[in-house]
């Protein structure tokens, strides 16, 4: 089992930046991808980022080059800093860790961002 609780979430403005934490309990040496996913009104939950359990990344288009994903195995802690935000990144925003060898995903509570023009 796997728990997962974020924090990090707020309203800035445009151009500003934010850090959500996902921290992580339970059996997380089983853990074999992290992620962070969002989902804004009226539209489907989209994938922002990922990182495996060797630390490689990937990242969706719209945020390339603003957001980073990143995990401290001491903290057993999950981040995505967020910077340069659009108003277009509004969105709730959820953690998610995918468990070895059954692949089930757990997932944070979320956490609204709002990014003000």
């Known amino acids: 089992q796997v728990q997962l609780v974020e924090s990090g979430g707020g309203l800035v403005q445009a151009g500003g930046s934010l850090r959500l934490s996902c921290a992580a309990s339970g059996s997380t040496s089983s853990i074999i991808v992290g992620g962070w996913y969002r989902q804004a009104p009226g539209k489907e939950r989209e994938l922002v980022a990922t990182?495996?359990?060797?630390?490689?990344?990937e990242y969706a288009d719209s945020v390339k080059g603003r957001f980073t994903i990143s995990r401290d195995n001491a903290k057993n802690t999950e981040y995505l800093q967020m910077n340069s935000l659009k108003p277009e990144d509004t969105a709730v925003y959820y953690c998610s860790a995918f468990e070895h060898p059954t692949l089930r995903a757990y997932w944070g509570q979320g956490a609204q961002v709002t990014v003000s023009a």
């Open positions: 990182i495996s359990s060797g630390g490689s990344t």
